[in-house]
């Protein structure tokens, strides 16, 4: 069975008809979410039927949108691993650290959860043309879950984007668009163009189920942790859907009983060279001013203004974490710590975990005993 309801404003509570397609809030502008019949869900849903269900993000339909599983679109989302590390604990001093590798999904990156999500949903709701803005790996997920669906994906993305993703895009048979710009240039094109063209925009957080597919993340942290949260969540940050979607997928897992109120320290990292949610969190902002000349190496955190900064911002603040800014210099060595200590080949972006927890460990922010999950985004690419 299914238990979606409805779609509901993040900031202003109006609801939607989820069997429409949707993008942002009429009424404010701001992101939809899908929402459950969690007090059915609880009564319902056992922790122990998992035993019996595949290794892989599908597990927790319950909390998931697509109703009619025949509409799945999917290349095997199996669930990522969570690696306890051997030598970098002696690095940072810490006795409990682990990572959580999402470069084993099937696009090489975590964005194969929302995009096959989104994908999925779009099949659901008949919809056959798919446009996203994107300065990487989205649109590489975008494109290989629009083939496997029979879609046309129409993908924007920055003329520095890395090469490996404008290829992939064009060997799944995207219609590739490269811009003069940052992602927030090729995002103000989708938009200009969607109504005309016929597109469906899945953007970050402009369409209500990407959110839902980064969720996945949050629940299989649960459930390898045997339903007891960690204490710190470090997280690299553009779009900051992962944060959002996990801080969402936590609040309902506390409300059908599967887990209690206590909530990691969720810590966003960003490049000093595009850093919204660090200065805005340090200012005490409720939202982020666009980032101007925005420049970095890791082109997931290349992202000027996200579209729900002030959710970032309330998962940060309501669990008490923190936002950190490093240097690409920083991220090298975070790479090269990764490959030398662990062996793992982590993208730019998820190196910036590691570059964050030095600086968090330095400032006496991390105690040796918590227990501490790095999110690795993706893989390495050439």
Not at 124 to 136: C, D, H
Not at 149 to 167: L, Q, T, V
Request: charged share 25%.
């Amino acid at each position: 069975m299914n238990y979606l309801t409805h779609l509901e404003c993040s900031r202003c509570a109006e609801t939607y008809d989820h069997d429409v397609p949707q993008n942002l809030c009429a009424k404010c502008g701001k992101p939809l979410f899908p929402r459950y019949d969690l007090e059915k869900i609880a009564t319902v849903w056992r922790r122990t039927s998992l035993a019996q269900r595949e290794a892989s993000m599908w597990r927790y339909a319950e909390l998931l949108p697509v109703i009619d599983a025949t509409h799945i679109v999917s290349l095997g989302e199996q669930m990522t691993p969570l690696i306890q590390t051997k030598r970098l604990n002696d690095v940072f001093g810490l006795e409990a650290l682990w990572v959580k590798d999402e470069s084993r999904l099937p696009t090489g990156s975590f964005k194969a959860r929302g995009l096959a999500m989104a994908v999925s949903k779009a099949k659901e709701l008949g919809l056959t043309k798919l446009a996203i803005p994107s300065a990487g790996n989205a649109a590489t997920a975008l494109s290989i879950y629009a083939a496997r669906a029979g879609m046309e994906a129409h993908i924007f993305m920055p003329k520095d984007a890395p090469a490996f993703n404008r290829d992939t895009c064009q060997l799944a048979g995207a219609k590739v668009t490269l811009v003069d710009g940052l992602i927030t240039d090729a995002g103000k094109i989708v938009a200009e163009r969607k109504a005309g063209e016929g597109w469906f925009d899945v953007s970050t957080l402009k369409e209500p189920y990407r959110v839902e597919g980064k969720k996945t993340m949050g629940l299989e942290l649960a459930e390898q942790f045997n339903w007891e949260l960690p204490d710190v969540i470090i997280y690299p940050t553009g779009g900051g859907t992962g944060i959002v979607g996990m801080w969402k997928g936590f609040e309902e897992l506390e409300a059908i009983g599967w887990i209690d109120g206590k909530r990691p320290r969720m810590i966003s990292v960003q490049s000093a060279g595009c850093a919204p949610i660090v200065k805005a969190w340090e200012e005490g902002k409720p939202e982020a001013e666009p980032w101007p000349d925005a420049k970095t190496m890791a082109a997931g955190l290349c992202v000027p203004q996200a579209v729900g900064d002030f959710l970032i911002l309330n998962a940060i603040r309501q669990s008490g974490g923190a936002a950190v800014a490093v240097t690409d210099d920083e991220i090298r060595r975070g790479m090269e710590i990764f490959a030398t200590y662990e062996g793992l080949l982590s993208c730019p972006e998820g190196a910036a975990t590691v570059a964050g927890l030095r600086k968090l460990v330095d400032a006496g922010e991390i105690h040796p005993a918590e227990r501490v999950v790095l999110f690795n985004t993706g893989g390495y690419q050439a």
